[in-house]
C-alpha cells in the first residue's frame, strides 16, 4: 500500500516532499493552474495588527512585515512608524491569528536611529538567523542593506548591530530600497528596487555568505514601485517576484515568473486589470478597512533562506488603508495595519 501511495504521488507530479507530507496532500489543479495564468482572487477579513499604543513615542502605523512560522509560532518584523523615532522595527510572537492584535509588542534595539523593512530567515549553513533590513551609513546621506544576526529567534534584544553587505553604493546604482535576500543551491541573490521602475539583483556564492556580493544589475524594467520579494515555488522549479506598484495614490502589486533566480522575469500578472492584489480581485469578509494592498510577505512552507512557497496555496501577509484614512495625510502619518489575504473563488 505504502508503494501503492508513493507511486500515485510521483504519477500525478505533485509531491512537494517525502511520503509523509506526499500522503493525502496531492494539491487541487485549479489552484495552480490559476497561479501559473497569472489569475488570482482573494479574500481579506478584519485587519490582524494594528498600532500598538505608546504615549511616549505615539505610533502611526505598522507595516512592512516579514514573517515566519518556528517551533508552533508565527514570527513577524515590520517596521513602525512613530513621532519620535520615525523608523524602528517591531517583533510579535504568536501561535494563533486571533492573538496577534494583543501579542506583546517588541522593539529591536539593533541601531539607534533609522532602520525599517525588515526581512526574516535562517541561514541553513551556519544555523543563525539573519534579519535584512535598510539603515543609514556614516553620514547618514543614504541608506543601505544591512544585516543582523541571532542564534535566538524569541529573544527580540539578541540581535546583533548592523552589518553592511556593501563597504559602499556601488556606483552603477543611484538609489536603493527595499532589499531581499534569497538562495538556491550555488549561490545567495539580493534583489531590491530603485524607485524608478527598475528591479536590481545582485549576488554572491553560497559559500561566501554573507560577504562576497558582486555589482548589481538591472532585471527588470516596468510600472513598478519597490518592495521587490521573490520566492520559490516549491516543486515547480519556478520563482515567483512580487512586486509594489502605485495607480491613483493605491498601493498594490504585481506578480513576475522565472525559472530560475540569474534568470529573465516575465509579467504573470503585471497589470492594474489583472494585478495579484488590488481592489479588483480581493472581496471583503468583514468591514471594509483598506484600498491598499501594500509591502507584504508571502507565508512561506519553511524559514530557511529558500523562501519556499506552497504553489497551492498562498497567503499574503500586508500592509492596507482605506481610502478615506489615507486622505489628506503625509507619506509617514498614514495608519497602515496589516491584514491576511487568503485565497478567494
Known amino acids: 500500500m505504502r508503494r501503492f501511495f508513493s507511486l500515485l504521488c510521483v504519477g500525478v507530479g505533485w509531491c512537494f516532499g517525502p511520503f509523509s507530507t506526499c ?59 512613530s513621532k519620535v523615532r520615525t523608523h524602528q522595527i517591531e517583533y510579535i510572537s ?27 530567515f535562517r541561514f541553513s549553513r551556519d544555523g543563525r ?37 556593501y563597504a559602499q553604493r556601488p556606483a ?22 530603485s524607485l524608478d521602475g527598475r528591479m536590481w539583483r545582485a549576488e554572491t556564492k553560497l559559500a561566501d555568505f554573507p560577504g562576497g556580493w558582486g555589482e ?13 520579494h521573490v520566492y520559490a515555488l516549491k516543486g515547480l522549479k519556478k520563482y515567483l517576484a512580487l512586486i509594489e506598484a502605485q495607480a491613483d495614490g493605491r498601493r498594490y502589486y504585481k506578480a513576475y515568473i522565472s525559472d530560475s533566480l540569474d534568470g529573465s522575469w516575465q ?13 479588483v480581485n480581493v472581496r471583503d469578509t468583514a468591514a471594509h478597512w483598506t484600498d491598499s494592498f501594500s509591502h507584504g510577505e508571502l507565508l512561506r512552507e519553511g524559514c530557511d533562506e529558500k523562501l519556499e512557497v506552497n504553489p497551492n496555496r498562498l497567503r499574503f501577509l500586508f500592509q492596507g488603508v482605506s481610502d478615506e484614512r489615507r486622505q489628506g495625510k503625509a507619506y509617514g502619518e498614514i495608519p497602515w495595519q496589516l491584514g491576511l489575504l487568503e485565497p478567494g473563488e
Open 23 to 81: 500522503l493525502g496532500q496531492v494539491p487541487a489543479v485549479p489552484a495552480l493552474s490559476n497561479l501559473l495564468a497569472g489569475s488570482f482572487t482573494w479574500t481579506v477579513a478584519s485587519p490582524l495588527a494594528s498600532p500598538a499604543s505608546r504615549p511616549a513615542d505615539p505610533c502611526m502605523s505598522v507595516k512592512d512585515p516579514s514573517i515566519v512560522q518556528f517551533d508552533g509560532r508565527w514570527h513577524i518584523f515590520s517596521t513602525i512608524r
Open 94 to 120: 504568536f501561535a494563533d491569528w486571533k492573538d496577534a492584535n494583543s501579542a506583546n509588542r517588541h522593539v529591536l534595539k539593533c541601531c539607534d536611529g533609522y532602520f525599517c523593512a525588515p526581512q526574516v
Open 129 to 165: 538567523w539573519y534579519l535584512v533590513y535598510q539603515a543609514p551609513d556614516e553620514t547618514k546621506k543614504e541608506i543601505r542593506p544591512v544585516y543582523s544576526t541571532t542564534t535566538n529567534l524569541v529573544d527580540p534584544y539578541s540581535w546583533g548591530k548592523p552589518i553592511p553587505f
Open 172 to 193: 552603477n546604482v543611484k538609489g536603493w530600497i527595499d532589499f531581499w535576500v534569497i538562495a538556491d543551491d550555488a549561490k545567495a541573490y539580493l534583489f531590491f528596487t
Open 216 to 228: 548589481p544589475k538591472v532585471v527588470l524594467q516596468a510600472d513598478i514601485l519597490e518592495a521587490a
Open 267 to 279: 509579467g504573470l500578472a503585471d497589470t492594474r486589470q489583472k494585478p495579484f492584489a488590488s481592489p
